[in-house]
């Protein structure tokens, strides 16, 4: 880098602006790369994943998940005052009358939490880092002719090794560094004779610089990793799902949705319930079978979930699922004034509702762990290794187009599933849907799902074992009777206020 600040001007690197950009992040440069992608945070809790620097402490997340009961308990104290007449207590209940087959809040454990941030933050540095590079390209383009021995594609690649590089390091935000960035990237590139950067004076080639970097600063490119991941603030960011529920229901008919939609519709108009945005993931009509149209999949029409969407003031989506999962999602913010005692901690929280039909979630909880799986940067608990192992010893670029048409057409045979039905086994098997010819009998979901088993069970074992350490530690510590009393406090403030209508 000190061969390009010599060759444009090295008073511009030290001038105030420039340098102001730089410090805040000084704190990432010096971290030394991992030795192992497997990384153990507290006892045998461990996680695997290629991006284990971004991720916050195994004791940042259990404070996290303690200090999010409160929420939790909020939302489902709300859903059980609005919701709790329709769900069903007995199989001769009427669907018309209790849609609603179970009702349950949950708050993700720290491994999960973990897992989350890690392949959140991951997912979206990606995005950044292609977005930048592509935008570096462009400017650059635009100022100096590329050397004829070289290509658009090998340029952007040599960029992106500069902002995303495989060494176990923490890597600053692009956009919100770019003037950092764009010096070490020139340096690179003139390095490799890139562009024909000696065509324009010292003087030209600072004003040049200037102008790239004012783009930068100008461009609408709104930056999701500019919040540090492995502190509160930046699991709250990047895991807005740490509280969440589901509405399982027994009959998916928008018919039988309605009253669902119209009690959280209520709880809205009561101002007990803030929605920030509603997805509602729907088939690709490429996807469906011939004679079908996607209102035979649908959970909620699209007037019912406009209605909600316009008493809460929230933003209605539409997502195309690309697997064939099928669900309403209701983002929520859980923070409340009252929970700004205690410095806060229990405040800053956001949930999940999911409306979901219980053959769909079924599937989904196999399917998930699936699709986790074909990115590898995405986090897994090492409880899964064997699954993991196994699924991409089969999952591959032979098997790859086939296995995910079997998965979006298992999602709609779930989907499509009446009351009435019986089943053979708990998916669709290959047979059942035309794949036996193209995908090997271990990636049938049936054969799946009794390895997973076999993962729960590992991973539930090392949780109550990482627990029961934990508390050894803890339970009989002045700071945790405290931090219980603070909870209960919060949780009867709940109760108090809800009762207030």
Partial sequence: MINLVQNFNINYINSSNFVKRILPHKKYDNLSPLKSDVVSFSGRAKLIAANMQDAPSGYTCRVTEENSEPARFYLNSVLEKYLGSFVSKSSDDKASEKPIARLYTRTKSASSIREKVVSKYSKLQREEVIKFSDQVFEELSQYFKINPDTNKETIISEIKRVIDPEDGRRKLPPYTNSAYYLVEIIDVLKKYNRFDFDSVSPERFKKIFTEIVESFEDSDFESKTSVDPTG?????????????????????NPEYTSMIINALKSAVEDKKLKITSIENNIPDSDNLP????????????????????????AELIKNKSKTGYLAIHINVDLSDDAFNRNNGVFNGYCGEIQIIGADVERLKDIEDLCYKLKDNKNAIHIAYKPFKDHFLRYYNDSTKDAFDDYTYESYLYQ???????????????????????????????????????????????????????????????????KKRDEIRLAKSYVTYMLNQL
């Fill in 232 to 252: 509160v603030n930046g699991i709250k960011y990047y895991a807005k799902d740490i509280v969440g529920a589901r509405v399982i229901l027994r009959d998916p």
């Fill in 415 to 481: 989907r499509a599933i009446s009351k009435k039905q019986k089943r053979n086994s708990v998916f669709p098997s290959l047979s059942e849907l035309g794949f036996e010819k193209k995908l090997p009998p271990e990636l049938d979901f049936n054969y799946l799902r009794r390895i997973k088993i076999e993962c729960d069970k590992k991973y539930k074992e090392m949780q109550e074992e990482e627990e029961a350490k934990v508390n050894a530690k803890v339970a009989m510590s002045q700071k945790y009777i």
């Fill in 290 to 313: 011939n004679g079908k149209q996607i209102s035979d999949y649908l959970y909620a029409t699209d007037a019912q979930l406009r209605s909600l969407a316009k008493a809460a003031g």
